[in-house]
């Protein structure tokens, strides 16, 4: 699929010492336009993945992507895990949107991207216009039910190796990453091969896996780091925002899960991708894109 390329600018913002590295795509608004800003899954991976949604910036909007810290160009150098906490990146969004001049902004979260983007909207910012919030879940118990449920429809000697090893805790073994692609490549991605800046995004985990490791856990279904307890489900209810949500028919964030997200954020939207699993801007990007700047627009025209 041939892209639309648009102006872009790189730069960085200091941060705890350390610095988050962003990219501007675009130039700047037309009347009534607000720009879109990106927060990407992981957590510990990187924007590359979510290129796709660059091409929004067709719509008259700057859309603007960076790697969250301690991923990709944001990496520090050093081992801290006790550093990587929800309120640390929920506070970089807020120095994203200072340093960079963001009064009125959209936000569009991946994955753990989308529910950084739920706990910020909890926070009620000032000039938050939109949450779109694709592929996401409300609550990781939910998540790792759902993530079992279908890791259970995989070959048995794919969970007979999940298991053995994570029993085993040599979960960074290849027999593991091995049947873990098994996963991925139903549930994740099911555009194989995966498109080079989505296996980049998987390689700097791969390689950098301490924020993932250290919040999450080696694997989508086998979560025992420091957000498995995670759930904001009882609080949907006070997000004030105008909601979009976005799932795949084959996703990890199943339709189950889409559907809590959905009811409990008040008048939230949902848009279900039938060809898509977990990252339906890269398997159906066309009508993603759409779907996002139908959403948006439908927002702005409804702004003072």
């Not at 409300?138 to 090893?165: D, F, G, Y």
């Not at 989505?198 to 957000?227: K, Q």
């Not at 060809?275 to 927002?299: G, I, K």
């Amino acid at each position: 699929m041939a892209f639309e390329t648009f102006p872009e600018t790189e730069g960085t913002i200091p941060f705890h010492g350390y610095h988050t590295w962003y990219k501007i795509v675009g130039e700047g608004e037309e009347p009534g336009k607000y720009p879109l800003l990106a927060l990407h899954g992981g957590p510990g991976a990187t924007h590359d993945y979510m290129l796709p949604i660059a091409q929004l910036a067709g719509t008259g909007r700057r859309v603007i992507f960076y790697d969250q810290i301690g991923g990709g160009r944001s990496a520090i150098g050093e081992s801290r895990p006790e550093m990587w906490t929800v309120d640390l990146f929920l506070e970089e969004v807020q120095a994203v949107r200072d340093a960079l001049g963001l009064e009125r902004v959209h936000v569009i979260g991946s994955s753990w991207g989308g529910m950084l983007g739920m706990e910020y909207a909890l926070t009620h910012p000032a000039g938050l216009l939109s949450l779109i919030v694709s592929d996401s879940p409300a609550s990781m118990h939910q998540w790792v039910a759902e993530a079992n449920r279908l890791r259970e429809e995989l070959p048995p000697e794919a969970q007979q190796t999940l298991l053995a090893h994570e029993e085993a805790g040599t979960t960074d073994s290849a027999e593991y990453q091995e049947a873990m692609r098994e996963f991925y490549a139903r549930h994740v991605c099911r555009v194989q091969p995966m498109p080079d800046n989505v296996a980049r995004s998987f390689a700097f985990i791969e390689e950098h896996p301490e924020v993932y490791n250290t919040m999450n856990g080696p694997s989508e279904f086998h979560v025992i780091g420091t957000i498995k307890e995670w759930d904001i489900t009882n609080r949907l209810g006070e997000i004030d925002v105008p909601t979009l949500v976005l799932s795949g028919r084959y996703d990890e964030a199943t339709p189950l899960i889409a559907e809590t997200v959905t009811r409990g954020i008040p008048g939230a939207e949902w848009v279900l991708f039938e060809e898509s699993s977990h990252m339906p801007f890269v398997e159906e990007t066309e009508r993603y894109n759409q779907v996002v700047a139908a959403f948006l627009d439908r927002v702005e025209s409804s702004l003072d």
